[in-house]
């Protein structure tokens, strides 16, 4: 399976050593450097339990140690309303 933008992996151990505490993972994109067959280097955000991208990475992991999660749907945030600002003259000079 070659990720693809938007997908959300599992990145573990099987994936690459460095990666002793598993992460989820939110491809951006597969990027189209060398490497060796079977590794890929990916760019994303790495992801808390709730979902959030918590910081850009760029890893390098095995295609065949990756999860796919299934897609975590949107934030259901409340929807607030903005009071009016009260706009008043301002006095120049």
Do not use: C, K
């Not at 009071?83 to 006095?91: E, K, L």
């Amino acid at each position: 399976m070659l990720p693809r933008s938007g997908d959300v992996l599992h990145v573990t151990r099987a994936a690459s050593v460095q990666f002793l505490r598993p992460i989820m993972f939110r491809v951006i994109r597969v990027l189209d450097w060398p490497t060796y067959d079977g590794w890929l280097w990916l760019d994303g955000y790495e992801l808390n339990a709730a979902g959030d991208a918590v910081s850009r990475r760029s890893i390098f992991v095995q295609q065949a140690g990756l999860r796919q999660l299934p897609a975590t749907p949107a934030p259901q945030g409340t929807i607030r309303t903005r009071r009016p600002v009260a706009r008043t003259p301002v006095r120049v000079g």
